[in-house]
């Protein structure tokens, strides 16, 4: 799934399908963050995806977040399994020091926003996570956006000078497997309490942050049977990139993607 500030894209079975579903999508005026379709279809730089691509690897987004031991084997061994075909995987780092206020600031201001358009009688029915959020949003000061602001160019023009250097950036989608569904969130991450519900999801601040183009590709399942997957991060407005990279690592993955059959 892609993901632009606010802005949700399309889940597919695989790396094809996911760029056949871009290519429908774009084009078209689309407000201020509309974008021209590409010279050429998505599904052109699918077919045409590269043996081997530089990924620049993120174990725990640089101390952002906290992973479980086997979601972090996991992983590793499929991007060694990409090392061994030929692909360069190398350890990256960023400042991320910044990462949560921006994240969290830039969540209030979108709720301070949304908010104004509800009336006290709708906002009487919240549960309390919403209730909170609302309360994020107005405690809010001209100097917490200030600052998010600066964090957020900075993280930006740091991770696009990686993305200099490798095709995609990549890093957990979560920091542990899925979890029975009767839990909103869970209380913990590998020894790490949780602050809220949106605490141990991240991984996905990166992008939202930056703005950049984000793609949760399959890796396969974990020993438990359940699925595990690699978040990828590429350039600015490189989605046609992106595309062709998780392609290239979905080809040298074999990744079984057939639906996942439990009791």
């Known amino acids: 799934m892609f993901d632009r500030i606010g802005v949700q894209g399309p889940m597919a079975r695989n790396v094809a399908d996911c760029a056949l579903f871009m290519d429908a999508m774009s084009g078209g005026e689309g407000g201020p963050i509309g974008y021209p379709a590409p010279d050429e279809p998505f599904l052109n730089s699918v077919e045409r995806a590269p043996d081997k691509i530089r990924i620049g690897y993120m174990p725990d987004l640089c101390g952002h977040a906290p992973v479980e031991k086997d979601v972090a084997q996991f992983l590793a061994a499929g991007l060694a399994k990409a090392e061994a075909a030929g692909c360069i995987v190398e350890e990256v780092t960023l400042d991320s020091s910044g990462l949560d206020q921006c994240f969290r600031t830039n969540r209030a ?155």
């Open 109 to 263: 201001l979108s709720f301070a926003t949304s908010n104004l358009g509800f009336s006290e009688e709708v906002r009487s029915h919240f549960k309390a996570t919403i209730m909170g959020n609302a309360a994020d949003a107005e405690a809010l000061r001209a100097e917490d956006i200030a600052v998010a602001a600066r964090s957020q160019a900075a993280i930006y023009l740091e991770a696009m000078a990686l993305l200099g250097q490798f095709d995609v950036l990549a890093c957990p989608v979560v920091g542990l497997g899925p979890l029975p569904r009767e839990l909103e969130y869970p209380p913990e991450v590998a020894g790490v309490k949780s602050l809220d519900y949106v605490d141990w999801l991240g991984f996905s601040n990166l992008s939202s942050v930056t703005g950049l183009p984000a793609l949760s590709l399959p890796m396969g399942r974990m020993s438990s049977g359940m699925p595990m997957g690699i978040q990828l991060i590429g350039s600015n407005r490189g989605e046609a990139g992106l595309l062709a990279s998780a392609r290239a690592l979905e080809r040298i993955l074999e990744v079984d993607l057939s639906p996942v059959d439990l009791p």
